[in-house]
């Protein structure tokens, strides 16, 4: 059974820094992603990694402020984020696909945790 789990939110205050991890089991993914969804909102990609083809790629909202990385030994994917802001308040998901690519669409990948919030207050 595939399962991704979140953790590492919470609620800090705004400049503050945080990271949350994702570990996965049941299988190994080519990519892994997080998104996230503020209420009202469409669920927004943030930043996705391809160990396979060895690329990063960022949302507007999280470059420059974001990192994302991962442990292979740990089937586990990483995203610090610094000078947090208000505006990034959300439920941030991980997600998985098998491809090499990575996508920026939530339609693009099949495999969904259950969700961190993250709240920043001002």
């Known amino acids: 059974q595939v399962q991704l789990v979140e953790s590492g939110g919470g609620l800090v205050q705004t400049g503050d820094s945080l990271r949350l991890s994702c570990a996965a089991s049941g299988r190994t993914f080519s990519t892994m992603a997080w998104f996230r969804q503020a209420p009202g909102k469409e669920r927004e990609f943030v930043a996705g990694i391809s160990w396979t083809a060895g690329i990063t790629r960022y949302g507007d909202s999280g470059k420059g402020r974001f990192t994302i990385s991962r442990d292979n030994a740990r089937n586990t994917v990483y995203l610090r984020m610094s000078s947090l802001k208000p505006e990034d308040t959300a439920v941030y998901y991980c997600?998985?696909?098998?491809?090499?690519?990575?996508?920026?669409?939530?339609?693009?990948?099949?495999?969904w945790g259950q969700g961190t919030q993250v709240t920043v207050s001002s």
């Open positions: 997600a998985a696909h098998t491809g090499v690519v990575v996508q920026t669409t939530s339609r693009d990948y099949d495999y």
